[in-house]
């Protein structure tokens, strides 16, 4: 079973500023197999980036992912009042499919 | 517009069982893979099961195997999980979740809204 790890586990921003959040798996997967998902409160996850550095659809450009092999990011150029939420990755490379421990970003 | 309705979700007790569906509308759901994602109370997520697009073959997270057993009837446009011997660890908003291909892919790319499950005495 991979293992993803994220860091931070909060992050404290303002609006406006650069958001990166990292996500490192136990063990590299060569397919890129890699996603984000961001969780507001009382909601359900939604896909934002797909295949390590693909955005999903209707994804603003300023999320970006970027990784490979096992180290992944996720950037967000400047934050708006909605992106303060949780982020998850996910691995899809093979069954099961697991989920990192999520990084909460918060407004400072 | 995609989607995804859970239902069946409350309260039972340990030992208990209870099946879950999840009515699928707004695309060719006979086509697609289908997932199950739970989430514990102020937790993270986790994937339960995933199950192809005929049903021929499922999948499950060690936690739940032997316990849960996914199925789908694409005449009904309908996920179920069937979730047997449920311990207090089980206790979770439980998501159905679609997936981009035909064959459990894992790419979860729509959501429903949950049914919480609550396993306690």
């Known amino acids: 079973e991979i293992v993803l790890t994220q860091s931070p586990g909060t992050l404290s921003l303002s609006p406006g500023e650069r958001a990166t959040f990292s996500c490192r798996a136990s063990?590299?997967?060569?397919?890129?197999?890699l996603a984000w998902y961001q969780q507001k409160p009382g909601q359900a996850p939604r896909l934002l980036i797909y295949?390590?550095?693909s955005r999903a659809t209707g994804i603003p450009d300023r999320f970006s992912g970027s990784g490979s092999g096992t180290d992944f990011t996720l950037t967000i150029s400047r934050l708006e009042p909605e992106d303060f939420a949780v982020y998850y990755c996910?691995?899809?490379?093979?069954?099961?499919?697991?989920f990192g421990p999520g990084t909460k970003v918060d407004i400072k | 517009e995609v989607q995804l309705l859970e239902s069946g979700g409350g309260l039972v007790q340990p030992g208990g069982s209870l099946r879950l569906s999840c009515a699928a509308s707004g695309f060719t759901f006979s086509s697609s893979a289908m997932n199950w994602v739970r989430q514990a109370p102020g937790k993270g997520l986790e994937w339960v099961s995933g199950i192809h697009y005929s049903g021929g073959t499922t999948y499950y997270a060690d936690s739940v195997k032997g316990r849960f057993t996914i199925s789908r009837d694409n005449s009904k446009n309908t996920l179920y999980l069937q979730m047997n011997s449920l311990r207090a660890e089980d206790t979770a908003i439980y998501y159905c979740?679609?997936?981009?291909?035909?064959?459990?892919?894992?790419?979860?790319?729509?959501w429903g809204h949950g049914t919480l499950v609550t396993v306690s005495s």
């Open positions: 063990q590299s997967f060569s397919s890129g197999s």
């Open positions: 979740a679609k997936d981009s291909r035909a064959y459990t892919y894992g790419l979860l790319d729509h």
């Open positions: 996910q691995h899809y490379d093979t069954s099961p499919f697991t």
């Open positions: 295949g390590a550095s």
